[in-house]
């Protein structure tokens, strides 16, 4: 690869700015008797306002959860004694920005720490010619040594246009044979720690969907949700973008006709606790520059 185009470049970084300051916000309203559906929409209204898009719908994930978990339409649910991943994705033109922090509820300081210290040692590894398994080991062994495990099944990702998820994989371990980081890749790296086993399953909630094909359905409703789909131009959205709960049903339609996926919640077992910490950063030929810099400050 090659170094990114300079209006490009210009992109990624506005998209970070953007994500910074909403993400700064958004975690000053965690707090309890705060509902979950406030924070994840006053972060997505302030992206719209900001003239940028959502790379996906804000992730509000509580305790055992680890990611995809957003809140339902008109959902009641508030902020308790909890450990709260907000995952947050903005895009400009389609050049995307993803960054996570934890807000610390529950008086675990130490497993969000893990995190962000696991998540500062990567960035310090990373570079071109850097093997993303050694990434891994750094994250790993910040993990380890609060005593916690890495999530092993989860990994940070390559970032394309309008492409949230993309390669290479930097994996949350150390890892003997793996690829390298070359110039003009983006990447977000994102370390989960966990006081539980270090493996996340699939829950049964499911409010994040992306569409996969663009088929022919003869059902009204169907179709009209599927116009509306259509509009995300292909990235994540949650099932309360649409215009109403009958479209919601319409859109359980189009997963079983294959034209949608969900994506459930990813969970540690019950009675565990998560922590997430993520930068997205462009690898130069020289180093990194991390597009969400300024996230922890």
Same mark, same amino acid.
């Given at each position: 690869m090659?170094?990114?185009?300079?209006?490009?470049?210009? /992109?990624?970084?506005e998209?970070?700015?953007?994500?910074?300051?909403v993400?700064?916000?958004?975690?000053?309203m965690?707090?309890p008797?705060a509902?979950?559906?406030?924070?994840?929409?006053?972060a997505?209204?302030?992206?719209?306002?900001?003239?940028?898009?959502?790379?996906?719908?804000?992730?509000?994930?509580?305790?055992?959860?680890?990611?995809h978990?957003?809140p339902?339409?008109?959902?009641?649910?508030?902020?308790?004694?909890?450990? #709260?991943?907000?995952?947050?994705?903005?895009? #400009?033109?389609g050049?995307i920005?993803d960054?996570?922090?934890?807000?610390?509820?529950?008086?675990? @300081?130490e497993?969000?720490e893990?995190?962000?210290?696991?998540?500062?040692?990567?960035?310090?590894?990373?570079?071109?010619?850097?093997?993303?398994?050694?990434?891994?080991a750094?994250?790993?062994?910040?993990?380890?040594?609060y005593?916690?495990? +890495?999530?092993?099944?989860?990994?940070?990702?390559? #970032?394309?246009?309008?492409? &949230?998820?993309?390669?290479?994989?930097?994996?949350? %371990?150390? #890892?003997?044979?793996?690829?390298?980081?070359?110039?003009?890749?983006?990447?977000?790296?994102? +370390?989960?720690?966990? @006081?539980? %086993?270090? /493996?996340?399953?699939?829950?049964?909630?499911?409010?994040?969907?992306?569409?996969?094909?663009?088929?022919?359905?003869?059902? %009204?409703a169907?179709?009209?949700?599927?116009?509306?789909?259509?509009?995300?131009?292909?990235?994540?959205f949650?099932?309360?973008?649409?215009?109403?709960?009958?479209?919601?049903?319409?859109?359980?339609r189009?997963? %079983?006709?294959?034209?949608? /996926?969900?994506?459930?919640?990813? /969970?540690?077992?019950?009675?565990?606790?998560?922590?997430?910490?993520?930068?997205?950063?462009?690898? @130069?030929?020289?180093?990194?520059?991390? @597009?969400? &810099?300024?996230?922890f400050?």
């Amino acid at each position: 690869m090659t170094a990114l185009d300079e209006d490009v470049l210009e /992109k990624y970084r506005e998209a970070g700015e953007i994500l910074t300051t909403v993400m700064g916000e958004a975690r000053e309203m965690v707090e309890p008797g705060a509902t979950h559906l406030e924070v994840a929409e006053y972060a997505e209204e302030r992206i719209r306002e900001a003239g940028a898009g959502l790379a996906f719908p804000v992730n509000v994930s509580i305790d055992e959860e680890a990611s995809h978990a957003t809140p339902e339409r008109d959902d009641p649910t508030e902020f308790g004694e909890d450990v #709260v991943c907000l995952d947050i994705g903005v895009h #400009v033109d389609g050049y995307i920005a993803d960054a996570a922090v934890t807000v610390d509820l529950a008086g675990e @300081t130490e497993l969000v720490e893990a995190a962000e210290q696991a998540l500062d040692a990567a960035v310090d590894a990373a570079g071109p010619g850097v093997p993303v398994g050694e990434i891994g080991a750094e994250i790993e062994d910040v993990i380890d040594a609060y005593g916690y495990t +890495p999530v092993y099944n989860l990994s940070g990702h390559g #970032v394309e246009r309008f492409d &949230a998820h993309t390669g290479p994989n930097v994996p949350n %371990r150390g #890892v003997d044979r793996s690829v390298e980081l070359e110039p003009g890749q983006v990447v977000a790296i994102e +370390p989960f720690a966990t @006081t539980g %086993r270090g /493996k996340v399953g699939e829950g049964t909630d499911e409010e994040i969907f992306e569409l996969t094909q663009d088929v022919s359905v003869r059902n %009204r409703a169907a179709r009209q949700a599927l116009e509306q789909v259509r509009e995300f131009d292909g990235l994540p959205f949650a099932a309360r973008w649409l215009d109403s709960s009958r479209d919601e049903m319409a859109l359980r339609r189009l997963v %079983r006709q294959g034209a949608v /996926k969900g994506y459930p919640v990813l /969970k540690e077992q019950d009675g565990e606790l998560v922590s997430q910490a993520e930068h997205t950063l462009v690898v @130069t030929e020289d180093g990194v520059e991390v @597009t969400t &810099a300024g996230l922890f400050s």
